[in-house]
């Protein structure tokens, strides 16, 4: 399994940006498809956006499509998630996961995931 690690999250007012980065260790990071998720309190985690191993498939969630952007750096293992037009709906603990399978990971089944890093986004 790889093992990932989120940066990146904060404090941010409504229309602001954040880019968040999910660094990965252990196997070989171009292998795996790498998606993000958020889960707001009292709320169930959704998904929120998938890139495949090249970065050149893309799914986003409807509530996320034009304002969150996917990337990748597989010479540095690390996928990114810029968020712009940030709004307070989007407040959440953002997780990145990883698997080679693209419906697992879309599914949230993915076995690999990092320990989460906090959004606010504040009105």
């Known amino acids: 399994q790889v093992q990932l690690v989120e940066s990146g999250g904060g404090l941010v007012q409504a229309g602001g940006s954040l880019r968040l980065s999910c660094a990965a260790s252990g196997r070989a990071f171009s292998m795996y498809n790498m998606g993000w998720f958020r889960q707001a309190p009292g709320k169930e985690r959704e998904f929120v956006g998938a890139?495949?191993?090249?970065?050149?498939?893309?799914s986003y969630a409807d509530s996320v499509k034009g304002r969150f952007t996917l990337s990748r750096d597989n010479a540095k293992s690390t996928v990114y998630l810029q968020m712009n037009s940030l709004k307070p709906e989007d407040t959440a603990v953002y997780s990145c996961?990883?698997?080679?399978?693209?419906?697992?990971?879309?599914?949230?089944?993915?076995?690999?995931w990092g320990q989460g890093t906090q959004v606010t986004v504040s009105s």
């Open positions: 890139i495949s191993q090249s970065g050149e498939s893309k």
């Open positions: 996961a990883a698997s080679m399978i693209w419906s697992t990971l879309v599914n949230g089944h993915s076995g690999s």
